[in-house]
């Protein structure tokens, strides 16, 4: 799934989002986050993004219930370009946002190609984590402020940004298939019709027929394809 831009939508598309956006955020609402907080979830990288895709979710529920499929799924902002006008919310108060071009690239790291550099969601989740905090703090206001944060519409179409990039690392990530048991001949053909490459710990006596008895990552765990699953016997 890909979100469209935010900055590609036509500003009344925007200004009516901006609208749903606090109109779904009541205090429970906001309060869901809060508590997500004080439970660990931003300390924990593979929490951070399962919470904030559920919490997306909820937002797209209500979208959708309104009468807003077009809404769904939510559109994405990247902060490396400008926040649009229309989501300038908070602009007024001790709450308002204060910079509105943060400018803060996820470009070349967290780019489809790259992705393949994370080999858990843990990493992911943790890169990510750092980079968007920065954007929180370059933004301040109520963006830096997690008790109250889901006030502002761009928080919720930033979260979508980061979404998108999890989403796009889970498409490169594939299931890696058991091999023991097998021969190092058939595991290592098995592995590469997978995507994946295989390294055999090193010992001349090693024959194609050898049983492997134990690798790594673990059978059934979740990998980028082109990962160097190693092979023990
Ligand atoms: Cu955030």
């Known amino acids: 799934m890909h ?24 205090p429970d609402i906001i309060d869901m986050h809060w508590n997500a907080v004080l439970s660990g979830v931003h300390n924990d990288p593979a929490g951070f993004l399962s919470f904030h895709r559920n919490y997306i979710g909820g937002l797209e529920a209500f979208l959708l219930e309104q009468g807003y499929p077009q809404l769904v799924p939510l559109p994405a902002w990247n902060p490396a370009e400008p926040i649009p006008e229309e989501f300038n919310i908070p602009n007024t108060g001790p709450e308002r946002l ?7 690239s996820f470009s070349p790291k967290f780019d489809q190609e790259n992705l393949i550099n994370y080999a858990t969601v843990e990493e992911l989740g943790e890169a990510l984590m750092i980079r968007h905090n920065l954007v929180h703090a370059r933004i301040g ?16 179409v930033f979260h979508s940004f980061i979404d998108d990039i999890w989403w796009d690392w889970q498409r490169v990530t594939v ?27 090193a010992n001349l006596y090693t024959s194609p027929w050898i049983q ?16 160097i699953v190693e092979l023990y016997y």
């Not at 298939?177 to 994946?196: E, K, Q, R, W, Y």
């Not at 492997?212 to 990962?227: D, Y």
């Open 141 to 156: 206001g109520v963006m830096n402020n997690l008790r109250r944060v889901p006030v502002a519409p761009i928080f919720w």
């Open 98 to 104: 204060r910079n509105l071009n943060p400018n803060v």
């Open 175 to 201: 299931v890696v298939p058991s091999v023991i048991g097998l021969s190092l001949a058939d595991a290592t053909s098995m592995l590469g019709n997978f995507g994946f490459r295989t390294m055999m710990t």
């Open 3 to 26: 979100r469209p831009n935010l900055n590609d939508l036509p500003p009344n598309e925007r200004t009516l989002l901006a609208s749903l956006i606090q109109q779904y955020t009541t």
């Open 212 to 227: 492997i008895k134990h690798q790594k990552p673990a059978p059934l765990t979740l990998s980028p394809r082109g990962t």
